[in-house]
Nanobody
Framework: QVQLVESGGGLAQPGGSLRLSCAAS????????MGWYRQAPGKECELVAAIISAGGITEYPDSVKGRFTISRDNAKRTVYLQMNSLKPEDTSVYYC??????????WGQGTQVTVSS
């Protein structure tokens, strides 16, 4: 059974940092690209970071480029999202994701990130 369990969310001040983690189980983690998405109330779900299976190539939208860093530890079956220079507009629920060979998207339960003074 596929499980993606996010952790590390919380409250941060503008300009602060948070590190999210996503622990994966139930599938061959090391062969899949992984992604972090976010969705705020009333807004569309947005990809904020993606990383290939070997970890050498990453992708970010302009909204987070230079502030967010995705990484992975295949031995620990965990993907991370380091978020620096946080802004109030980064407030959202953050989800871990991968797309299986059957083209089905798998999601974690999400972790709330709130950026506020």
């Amino acid at each position: 059974q596929v499980q993606l369990v996010e952790s590390g969310g919380g409250l941060a001040q503008p300009g602060g940092s948070l590190r999210l983690s996503c622990a994966a189980s139930g599938f061959a983690f090391s062969i899949y690209a992984m992604g972090w998405y976010r969705q705020a109330p009333g807004k569309e779900c947005e990809l904020v970071a993606a990383i290939i299976s070997a970890g050498g190539i990453t992708e970010y939208p302009d909204s987070v480029k230079g502030r967010f860093t995705i990484s992975r530890d295949n031995a620990k079956r965990t993907v991370y999202l380091q978020m620096n220079s946080l802004k109030p507009e980064d407030t959202s629920v953050y989800y871990c994701n991968y797309r299986g060979l059957d083209s089905v998207d798998y999601w974690g339960q999400g972790t709330q990130v709130t950026v506020s003074s």
